[in-house]
């Protein structure tokens, strides 16, 4: 090699070539409500309701998801009542304005955080061993709070009509990220999640995607993984099911289901969410999010060696066949200096290129590719 002429060899890929990690944006909206116990007073008597979605004499405050349209709500209640020989429990139904979407984004108003919902009433249902009626529930709440108040006056031919009720709930909704790597099923990613108003509460760890085969740019499904949230606690993902909104270019929505949402009950609850995911990410810009979209593993990194050779410098390219690779040169190392020199793309198993002794006192090459 001639005396002050340096050949620094790089081999630095494209930011897309090395295993990039790409960030989504997730939301997940709780379909059940958490309802705290209320209390009425009437003839200077205080009567207390509480609820439940499985045995009522230990409430665990949920309102489950009943899939219905017009009665969208169910739960079992506890009332205690100072001339009550024991509590008196049964069941209730009620509608929740699931029907308005403000913000047109596809996720009930009721259900989202930044959006309120005005002193909204409907008809509800209730039922004992003893008895039956009907009832009036109110549900309001400011827009960017996710506590509310609810309103609920029951009444029956034999009792006449109770006093109201006044209680305190609250809707769950976690916001985050979904960071993967693009690759062939399964997609593996890492999900971080904080409460939406209660920041300090979040659930984080793995989630597992795999493209359905007959629908694989646009549909995928959800498998089984393990969060750990805030407390230590562990809340297992049991199934979901997601897909590309047609109306939204990178959106995907659909639902995603948890043994049990709230480890700190006895029994499995809060176990069915919305979800949303939107990724901007578009390697190859045909317009599928790189989360569904086939990708196929990047190249094997290229071998650069140098030689002598008569008339200069011998360097051969190791590389994959049909990979294309930039050879790029600079006479310092600012950034700003490098300047391509050629592509190369190998028909063999190696590429020799013959470059003249350069002028300058030094000059450094180094290879990338996308």
Do not use: C
């Amino acid at each position: 090699m001639r005396p002050g002429i340096l050949l620094l060899l790089a081999l630095i890929p494209w930011l897309a070539a090395e295993a990039a990690t790409n960030v989504a944006q997730v939301r997940l909206f709780s379909l059940s409500v958490r309802v705290e116990p209320g209390t009425a007073s009437t003839l200077g008597l205080t009567y207390t309701l509480a609820f439940g979605s499985a045995d009522p004499r230990t409430p665990n405050h949920e309102f489950f998801s009943t899939f219905e349209d017009d009665l969208t709500h169910g739960t079992y209640f506890r009332m205690d009542g100072p001339e009550f020989p024991e509590p008196l429990l049964g069941e209730l139904v009620v509608p929740a304005p699931e029907h308005l979407d403000a913000n047109e984004n596809g996720i009930p108003d009721f259900y989202e955080v930044s959006e309120g919902i005005d002193s909204w009433t409907g008809t509800a249902y209730w039922a004992t061993e003893i008895t039956w009626g009907e009832g009036t529930i109110a549900w309001q709440r400011a827009p960017g709070d996710y506590h509310g108040i609810l309103r609920l006056r029951l009444e029956s031919d034999e009792f006449g009509a109770l006093p109201e009720f006044t209680h305190r709930f609250e809707i769950i909704e976690y916001a985050g990220t979904l960071t993967y790597q693009p690759s062939p099923d399964p997609v593996l990613g890492h999900l971080m999640l904080r409460r939406v108003g209660l920041e300090e509460v979040f659930m984080a760890g793995p989630m597992n995607l795999t493209r359905e085969p007959t629908n694989r740019l646009n549909h995928f499904a959800i498998g089984e993984s393990t969060l750990t949230n805030h407390l230590g606690q562990l809340i297992e993902i049991s199934l979901g099911d997601v897909e590309r909104d047609p109306d939204y270019a990178k959106d995907y929505f659909g639902a995603l289901a948890f043994w049990d949402g709230d480890p700190g009950t006895p029994e499995p609850d809060f176990e069915i969410y919305f979800i949303g995911i939107d990724d901007p990410n578009d390697a190859n810009g045909n317009g599928i999010p790189d989360l569904t979209d086939d990708t196929a593993p990047p190249p094997d990194p290229p071998l650069l060696e140098v030689g002598r050779h008569a008339d200069g410098f011998l360097l051969t390219v190791r590389g994959q066949i049909g990979v294309t690779y930039v050879l790029q040169r600079a006479s310092g190392l600012d950034p700003d200096l490098w300047v391509e020199d050629r592509r190369i793309t190998p028909a063999a198993e190696h590429e020799e290129i013959v470059l003249p002794a350069p002028a300058a006192a030094e000059r450094f090459w180094r290879l990338r590719w996308p």
